[in-house]
């Protein structure tokens, strides 16, 4: 079964670095998604992704964050400058379709420590 | 009100149990509702989609009550196995379609 493929698997980092998150969605997948779960709380909509263009955010997507499918496989979120609350685990979702019952099919997640 | 409000339990329950979970959400106008499963520290993963007709997925049976805003699952004859965080979610409604509220999860440990 095809799967959505994330990287690295963890991330330590310092305040105020920026990182990458990497992610390759499924291959004939159009749609895509970044989620955060802050450790013991529920998971959280970051923003949507189509057509190379953002769809959708959320107030916790503020201008540190940014997204782009570089090479029409990866898709990866970037934050600027990293704070001790963006300590979280990311994780990508694709779907080939909008349809709202289209179920999203994750990646394994990136756990993103911020020191 | 939270969107998605679901008892974060734990369920603590003996193998062959019967156990079931609730959720409500605030969304009226919420389209499509689902079950994830979330073992610790891994990704979600879709249990079932629950439609307004009710439906079964061998020992995983999903309800939904659309006036009450309240979505269920019931698992029948619990394995071990089953010992996971059980997410509710519900998509919103937004421009990509897709934009899923989760709640904040049941724990269940299944015992033997």
């Known amino acids: 079964e095809p799967e959505v493929t994330q990287t690295p698997s963890h991330q330590v980092t310092q305040m105020g670095q920026e990182v990458i998150l990497r992610c390759v969605p499924i291959s004939n997948h159009l749609y895509f998604y970044w989620y955060r779960q802050i450790l013991g709380q529920k998971v959280e909509f970051l923003v949507s992704f189509y057509n190379n263009e953002i769809s959708e955010k959320s107030e916790i997507f503020d201008d540190q964050f940014s997204v782009e499918r570089p090479d029409g496989s990866n898709f990866t979120l970037k934050i600027r400058s990293t704070k001790l609350e963006d300590s979280a685990m990311y994780f990508c979702a694709s779907t080939g379709k909008a349809s709202y019952n289209s179920p999203l099919h994750f990646g394994n997640g990136t756990r993103l420590t911020v020191t | 009100r939270k969107e998605v409000e679901q008892d974060p339990g734990p369920f603590n329950v003996p193998e062959g149990a019967t156990v079931a979970f609730n959720c409500t959400y605030s969304n009226s106008a919420s389209q499509s509702f689902f079950w994830y499963r979330q073992d610790c520290r891994k990704e979600p993963k879709l249990l079932m989609s629950v439609y307004s007709s009710g439906n079964e997925d061998g020992r995983f049976t999903a309800q939904l009550n659309r006036a009450s805003q309240y979505i269920s699952l019931l698992i029948r004859d619990s394995k071990l196995s089953d010992s996971a965080t059980y997410l509710c979610?519900?998509?919103?409604?937004?421009?990509?379609?897709?934009?899923?509220?989760f709640g904040g999860g049941t724990r269940l440990m299944v015992k033997p």
């Open positions: 979610v519900v998509n919103s409604i937004g421009n990509a379609g897709n934009m899923l509220t």
